[in-house]
């Protein structure tokens, strides 16, 4: 059965959260080879590669959070986040660097995941947001 980020069965739907999913998890990826030995596992996180999600295991958990956008002026979107799963402290510039690293990868990738949409990362406050075309077009 297809992964869905969403409790709308709509199969476009359907289909633009498995291709969501596939991207966070590249950028997840992407980001646990980089700086994923810098500090050690919260005691109960699953080393990466334990689980089937990479969401649930190793240093990071990589999400996009859908927003309606009240009281934002880009609008709805998708709020990305990059958690660090430790207990360790971590100085802002070194957080700072690997979120701008993530975004970044989240730059290069949204073309690839989304080719048939108009979809771009824009800062909105202190978040950085997927906006743009996120209709489903016709039944």
């Known amino acids: 059965m297809p992964y869905s980020l969403s409790m709308i069965d709509h199969p476009k739907m359907i289909q ?15 980001i ?36 309606p956008g009240y009281g934002s002026e880009l609008g709805r979107g998708y709020i990305l986040k990059v958690e660090m799963k430790t207990l360790s402290d971590i100085p802002d510039d070194v957080r700072q660097t690997i979120f701008s690293d993530a975004v970044e990868k989240f730059r290069q990738l949204l073309p690839v995941y989304f080719p ?3 979809l771009e990362i824009k800062q909105d406050k202190d ?9 489903l077009g016709t039944a």
């Open 16 to 30: 633009f959260d498995n291709q969501m999913k596939a991207m966070l998890d590249a950028v997840d990826n992407y």
């Open 116 to 118: 048939e949409r108009k």
């Open 32 to 67: 646990e080879d980089k700086y994923g030995d810098l500090y050690p596992l919260h005691p109960v996180r699953p080393k990466r590669n334990e689980t089937a999600n990479p969401q649930a295991d190793g240093l990071f958990s990589v999400r996009a959070d859908f927003t």
């Open 127 to 135: 978040f950085f947001k997927i906006v743009g075309d996120f209709s």
